[in-house]
């Protein structure tokens, strides 16, 4: 049942920044009990939208020292006063039942961080379910006051997608490949980022960094040039997490770009945009959790479900029978 | 405006299929407007879902020999007197505009096989879009008879699952390659290929194609047998699309693998979740459409959109207030 005070609660130790509140909430919001959702949405009500934090999402396969670079640049973040959250997003951890190394073991010492909140991926969960989630996570570590929200993926399916459209930058880590392998990189991705840091630049392959890195900027210019984006990106850049080297290029490279489309009122139109799919995605869940929700509607539609599965109906139209009595005028038989 | 002669004539001309009337009724799934949506709807209604297909899944990037393999197989299964359609899907279509090249000019010799149909994939769609009209042209070509309806697409995005998730059985075709490019298949894919086909096994490949062809089967030993396939399955094989060397093994192994389904009810079982899947995605498209009809609903959503983009309200919150109207027993104001 629907518990008034923990929201109060809740609410109250993440607008204080609370971490041990803020992870609280996030397990709320990562609930599926349909009481533990209206408590999350009286609490992102609550909270409201006031407080924003720079977003940014970061993808890499596993094995370019994603985790490294999220805690170097995070530790270099923390450095310079700012509060950092990293959310990780893991849609393949449904399938995998969650990361093997929990996300605090690979960011030791970031996750020790006082500046710093690390919240691991949860497992057993679809991408619909990821987005929603993920969204609802972002809008709580905000309103902790987290200056930079740093969304990290590994590049399964849409996922890069999904973070790219609740970011306000999105990087991609690369290691020093082949060219041949350019071609590995996912179709699209390339469009989605708007800057390529190539890790790795150090010891015996600095040099292969650096040619990667050229390889990737000559596949960026290709690009069509994108109305948000200034002169030169996307980019590519060179960087090594383990020695720290390219770091403070990487983080102006991204503080170059949002302060350009601050100036031309491209970062606020994108957050609208992206909130106005947000609302897509929750009107669509909402719709379905209404069908579920009243038992007529739920007979009928089972009903209509067994119909189909035997070929007896068409998808579309048991789906327009199915809504039938929510057709505006109908009498709600 | 709905239009029941047009429906009736082109039922007729399906159902006794007529490649034109196939083609036009495609056409009429394929489109966004609302009396056409009412049209495709009725006319697969009267069509019904009495005469069903092999569907077939099939993707591969390009440069592997995809249009070779399909007017291949497609001459083979027409050389055994079965009617064969190819329905390409390429949401990627959306962003360059169509493919560069026509598939009819692609497929030559099969575009003009009086046992064949050739469907281009229609550009400017979404995925959502996509995955909804290609389920109604292959329910069209089942209705015109076809023995087998070879769902293609270039491996974009979740292109793959979504073809996957309408077919019966899913080939992926690949070209020789070395073992770092194992890596380069897309995480998952594998997940749902029932045959790996390594092209190209001729002239100065086919050792290169044989040992690619190993390593893919090592690869698939590693993944835990799944309950629908027989011993051996999901298996790597190679053929050569030009000499159409394999060929008639690799649709062996197809109708084998189906045999097995068959004899143990998994067949049907799996027809009957993928139409439960496309029933729910019926609803959703359906739910949004009552929304957008409803001059009311419209413009109470508009409003709460506005309120969102503006960061005025939570995405959730507006949501709940949206569909406020629809809740049974609302006085639906």
């Not at 006063?81 to 960011?107: E, F, H, N, Q």
């Not at 996922?159 to 880590?173: I, K, N, Q, R, Y």
């Not at 390339?190 to 392959?205: F, P, Q, T």
């Not at 030169?232 to 960087?239: H, K, N, W």
Request: proline share 4%.
């Amino acid at each position: 049942m629907f518990d008034a005070d923990i929201v109060t609660s809740l609410a109250k130790g993440v607008a204080e920044g609370d971490r041990r509140a803020l992870a609280r909430a996030i397990t709320l919001v990562e609930s599926g009990r349909a009481d533990h959702r209206d408590q999350a949405q009286a609490l992102l009500a609550r909270l409201g939208t006031g407080r924003q934090a720079l977003r940014v999402g970061l993808s890499g396969t596993p094995g370019v020292g994603k985790s490294t670079f999220i805690e170097a640049l995070g530790l270099f973040l923390t450095g310079q006063g700012l509060r950092v959250a990293v959310l990780a997003v893991d849609p393949s951890s449904a399938r995998s039942g969650g990361s093997i190394l929990g996300d605090k073991t690979r960011m030791e010492h970031l996750s020790r961080d006082p500046l710093a909140f690390i919240r691991p991926s949860p497992a057993q969960s679809q991408l619909g379910g990821v987005a929603r989630r993920t969204r609802e996570a972002v809008a709580l570590c905000e309103a902790a006051g987290f200056d930079v929200v740093l969304i990290e993926t590994v590049g399964v399916g849409q996922s890069e997608t999904m973070v790219a459209d609740m970011s306000d930058v999105f990087l991609l880590l690369l290691a020093p490949a082949g060219g041949d392998e350019l071609q590995g990189v996912k179709r699209g991705i390339m469009e989605i980022a708007d800057i390529v840091l190539v890790n790795k630049a150090d010891g015996s392959l600095k040099a292969q960094a650096t040619r990667t890195c050229a390889d990737y900027a000559g596949a960026l210019r290709l690009l069509r040039k994108r109305p948000q984006d200034p002169e030169g990106y996307p980019r590519a850049m060179t960087l090594s997490a383990i020695e720290g080297a390219g770091l403070p290029e990487a983080w102006a490279a991204v503080q170059s770009l949002i302060g350009w489309r601050r100036d031309r009122g491209l970062f606020e139109a994108t957050r609208a945009d992206q909130a106005r799919r947000w609302f897509g995605d929750e009107l669509r869940a909402e719709m379905m959790a209404l069908l579920t929700r009243d038992p007529e509607l739920r007979a009928r539609l089972e009903r209509l479900e067994g119909d189909v599965a035997a070929g007896r109906m068409t998808p579309a139209a048991a789906a327009r029978q199915a809504l039938a009595p929510l057709e505006p005028g109908s009498d709600q038989t």
